[in-house]
């Protein structure tokens, strides 16, 4: 039975129309072709011309949008409707950063004044800390913040304080430990004094096995060197699960809530942004939090033909369902942005890796593509050879800015020129993949063809004069909007991530696996006799 999305005309003429050919004569047969394909949506000007599309391959995919009705489901998103229909709930991540005098309605109900009570207290107690109105339990300042987390409760965060370096407060540094193995929290806190730490345990369930274990640790060395009333002056948590974090050892007042409707991987305005908040200050993270309610109400209100963030997901949709591209490249050409490509696989990846439709059936196209990607300069020195010349053709997303995020080193200063080389950079590798190099073009002599660039090879430039705070909120929300577009296009619950939980039910099971358990599968059983052969304490030693 035909029951979504490819079962409608718009989708049928979108597969039958016929394909650009060549990016260069796209540009040769079109002089508006820059003007027409380049977007602003708040601070963002996105360049989409050097994509393989023209005005016939617009006009079906915007026919798919209207089939899809993704206005409609624009809306209800940031309406707070219950639109995660495997979970029965909403995803409130647009209510999160809207204004504190605007209404913020889930599921009937108003929320604008939690919301916003958790950000104030978020504020005062940040706002503490700095001042050394909070201290530690020997009476020392709170200097490091370890945020312990995983997934959405460390992606965002640790993303964001990494982007937003210029606005480190002075005297604070954070720190982000997420991995169950051992080696990130001795890691992180090699060189830490217990008197002058703060633990942030960041976690939507706080049931996550790696959180937990690595929170538990922390304890111990918190407890080992003050004692164990040190705990509530060394701890806070930001959770959904209060009684969890009580039982933790954590008391009320040291939890920063938020709510179910708030999915983990779009969590980062919450209160899991509370280690962001110690690390940049409250200003820096309420102008991100504006930067993306710009971009909400841009999305909302915004045409789809001139919709920035509709017009990415349809050509994310035509690369992928027409052109058939398995995977998408996200090069931030901002060493400061080194963390968005992880968090754009989370936010992409765990949000549109689905293959079942929420009325059940199974998906008959492709859906979300493979996200990965570094910053841009270090990959022209690594992987780009393969994005150019290799046999697999892979879009890419440029985001490059205009001015360094530093105010004092201005671009064209006489003594460094090294950001408007990388800048530059990025404009030439967009052309190389764009307009590649013919036979014609390079010079004659031994070996020509392999000095040959295909071309053709789609790319979109997005750019914005400087990172600052509210820029980088743009960036999460536009890229937020894009996945959630594609997903409904695709008719799939971009908000739930059950994929996940096999693994973690597997992992279980195996905690309690004899050497001599014939239960697990023949492969497995016999990875697990070796390890047995070596792993004799509780930690594997
Ligand atoms: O297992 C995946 C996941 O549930 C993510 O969706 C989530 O961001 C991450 O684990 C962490 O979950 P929590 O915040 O509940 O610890």
Redesign the pocket.
Known sequence: MVTGIEASKAWTEMLAVERPLSIGELFADDPTRVEKLTLSIGDLVIDLSKNLIDDRVVATLLAVADEADVESAIGRLLDGYVVNLTEGRAAGHGLLRRPEEARAMVDGVDVAHLVHGVLARMRSFVADVHSGRRLGATGERLTTIVNI?????DLGPSMAYEALRPHHVTGLRCRFVSNIDPADLRAGLSDLEPASTLFVV???????TE?LANAKVARDWIVDALGEKAIASHFVAVSTNSQAVRNFGIGDDEMFPFWDWVG??YSLPSSIGLSLMLGVGSDAFDQMRAGMHVIDEAVRSTPARANAAVMMALIGIWNRNVLGCVSKAVLPYSHDLRRFPAFLQ?LDM?SNGKSTRLDGSPVPYETGPIIWGEPGTNSQHAFIQSIHQGTSVVPVDFIGFAEPADALVRVGAPDDTRHRTLFLGMLAQARALAFGRSLDEVSAGPFAEHRVLPGNRPSTVVVARRLSPSVLGQLVALYEHVVHVQGVIWGINSFD?FG?ELG?EMALDLAVTAPSDRGADPSTHSLLRWYHGFARGPDGG
């Open positions: 987390g995983i997934g959405g409760s960041a976690s939507k369930t706080f049931a996550t959180t983990g991987r989370q765990e991530q996940v973690k």
